[in-house]
């Protein structure tokens, strides 16, 4: 990568980086899975469907509806907010960047890439920055496209996820092993985040109208 991709690269209003450590916890790499589960459940409380149903279908079938996320419920009121007033609302956008924040954190954890147990506060390792839009600089009707235009980046992030997963089991075993995150794995699970939170910058949380580069970097 050249100079000038990567300053466009570190000026995109979405950026992310985890510190690597240089040892990782056996025990609790080992048992991540039972340990996580408190706080994957927290997350799923304060982030997860708001608006489901619950209705009796014609057979007399109890049958659930589902709703949306409050990501998502955000994003689209955020839409109809730039298309319609061009303003975009710091409280709205604060509550995004710190749900985002959050679940970063459970994330890294949950990936192994770190050992401290997610804080539902405090930054800890996990750096994830994005900068608040000037509204009238956006484009009121690009909201309404964004999400088909990141389509692309969908195709590829579902590829890339499939490689996580692979990566994460490989450094599984390396860290019982040697204690130690391969540094060529934690690097690509770390650039699939940064993949997808620039994607979420542009499409979800519609903070920039600046296409997201397709790069790990």
């Known amino acids: 990568m050249n100079d000038q991709n990567a300053l466009a690269m570190q000026s995109y209003p979405a950026r992310l980086t985890i510190d690597r450590p240089e040892t990782l916890d ?3 790499t080992l048992l991540r899975f039972v340990w996580i589960i408190p706080i994957a459940v927290v997350f799923a409380l304060v982030s997860g469907d708001r608006s489901s149903a619950v209705t009796i279908s014609e057979t007399g079938e109890r049958v659930r509806t589902g709703g949306t996320s409050i990501a998502f419920s955000i ?7 730039l298309l319609f007033r061009q303003r975009y609302p710091r409280w709205w956008f604060d509550f995004q960047l710190a749900l985002a924040k959050f679940a970063y954190r459970v994330a890294a954890y949950a990936l192994l890439l770190r050992d401290e147990y ?3 506060e405090d930054e800890q390792a996990i750096h994830l920055e994005l900068a608040y839009p000037d509204a ?19 195709i590829v992030l579902v590829i890339l996820f499939i490689g996580v997963v692979v ?8 860290i019982l092993i ?3 995150y391969p540094r060529p794995l934690f690097d690509y699970v770390v650039g699939v985040g940064r993949w997808l939170l620039r994607v979420q910058a542009y499409a979800i949380l519609l ?4 296409y997201p580069p397709f790069s790990l970097s």
């Open 118 to 120: 997610p804080s539902t």
């Open 207 to 210: 903070v920039t109208d600046r």
């Open 167 to 174: 990566a994460v089991v490989i450094a599984w075993f390396a």
């Open 136 to 154: 009238k600089r956006l484009n009121s009707w690009l909201p309404l496209v964004k999400w088909i235009l990141a389509i692309p980046h969908y």
């Open 178 to 180: 040697t204690g130690h």
């Open 75 to 81: 994003g689209a009121a955020t839409a109809l907010m």
């Open 26 to 28: 056996r025990v609790t």
